[in-house]
Every structure is written in C-alpha cells, then in structure tokens.
C-alpha cells in the first residue's frame, strides 16, 4: 500500500502563476485534508473534506481552492500564487467515521516556491 | 478557542540522557490526541493515539501519556536516530479537525 501520495513533489512557480497540487489515497478513508507547514508555526489546515461530496474551509483558506474528485482523491488549486503561499503542503487522511483508530496519515509533502 | 503548545521548542540531549516533551491542550472534548515524528524533509509519521486521562501507550524508548489538560513524551535512553521534531496534535469532539502544536525539535548527540 502507498498511503497518501502527493504530487508534484517539488514546485516553483512564478507570481500571479496557477497550478493543482494532487493527492491520493489508498486506505479507504472518509476525510481527507490540505495542511501548509511554515518555519514556527507548525501544521495549519487550509481546507479539509468529511466525506465525498463534501469540503470545508480550515485556519487559512485565503487563495485557495479544493476539489474532492471523489473519496480517493483531493486536490489543492492555487488560483493566483503569491509569494506568501510558498510553503511546504501536506496532504492527509483519516478515518473519522470509527469510534476508535482515528489517526491521520500523512503524504510526504510538496515542497512550493513562489518567486 | 481548541489550543495545541509544545514544550520545549528544541532539546539537545546527550545519547543515553532520559526527558519528556511536554503537550498542553484546551478542547472542548477530546476525541483523542496523537504523536507524530517528522524528519527533516518528510511528513509527519503517526506514533501514538490517546484517548483518555490516565491512558499510556509504549513503543521502543517512547511512552506517551495522557491527563486532562496535558500529555508528556517520555524518551528513555534516547539514540541519535531518535533526532527528529516530535508533533502533538487534537482532534476534538464533534469536528474533523485536527489541530497541531508547533512541535518539538530534538537532537540528540552521540
């Protein structure tokens, strides 16, 4: 099993540039979500999905935008990039539909520059 | 407001040299709180789940224990493998989030 695989891995885009970040998963799960990680400030959601069907805005959903294609797969688009969004992306995913085993598994990230 | 801090920010130990790491939280209702090890250039990977006060779970040189209103990493005896940031986070009752302390860098020298 893969787990959650992101793509691409690296990235640098200019100002004002657009592009989708893919992510997948191969464990069944119900809820994915988008996360960005910034030197000192740890792990922020930007969007999140429950289930198939549905998505939600996190902490910092500003210029950004998500589609849940269907319940392997979410990805991230960044409509205009601007140089505060460079960042490193996590995708991940969960089974919250349990009672127990809720654990989140996480994609290997995708490291993006905006220049 | 649902709350995740870490403490310390870094710890330098010596090889062999036992401490915790600190996790303080404020949820409304805990439906658990997670471990995570993340090294440089990878994404964080699942170490332990806690749902209730007075829970411990061991893995290795790591134990993990849960009150309510905080949770401790324990390392004993720790190796220079055991180098990485070591990330706490909530999920709480009622929602799909979860919530991310800014973790702890540990560095551990031989």
């Known amino acids: 099993n893969a787990g959650v695989t992101q793509t691409p891995k690296f990235q640098v885009l200019k100002t004002g540039q657009s592009m989708t970040l893919q992510c997948a998963q191969d464990?069944?799960?119900?809820?994915m979500y988008w996360y960005r990680q910034d030197p000192g400030m740890g792990l922020r959601l930007i969007y999140y999905?429950?289930?198939?069907?549905?998505?939600d805005k996190g902490e910092v959903p500003n210029g950004y935008n998500v589609s849940r294609l269907n319940k392997r797969e979410f990805s991230l688009r960044l409509e205009s990039a601007a140089p505060s969004q460079t960042s490193v992306y996590f995708c991940?995913?969960?089974?919250?539909?349990?009672?127990?085993?809720?654990?989140?598994?996480f994609g290997q990230g995708t490291r993006l520059t905006v220049v | 407001e649902d709350q995740v801090t870490q403490s310390p920010e870094a710890l330098r130990l010596q090889e062999g040299e036992s401490s915790s790491l600190n996790c303080s939280y404020t949820?409304?209702?805990?439906?658990?709180l997670f471990w995570y090890r993340q090294d440089p250039g990878k994404g964080p990977e699942f170490l332990f789940t806690?749902?209730?006060a007075g829970e411990e779970k061991e893995k290795e040189r790591l134990k993990a224990t849960l009150t309510k209103k905080e949770s401790f990493l324990h390392i004993t005896a720790p190796k220079p493998e055991d180098s990485a940031t070591y990330l706490c986070?909530?999920?709480?009752?009622?929602?799909?989030?979860?919530?991310f302390g800014t973790g702890t860098r540990l560095k551990v020298l031989a």
């Open positions: 991940a995913s969960s089974e919250t539909g349990g009672l127990m085993n809720t654990e989140a598994f």
């Open positions: 464990m069944n799960h119900n809820s």
């Open positions: 999905s429950a289930s198939e069907g549905t998505t």
């Open positions: 949820v409304s209702g805990l439906r658990g």
């Open positions: 806690l749902y209730s």
């Open positions: 986070a909530v999920h709480p009752s009622g929602t799909y989030k979860y919530i």
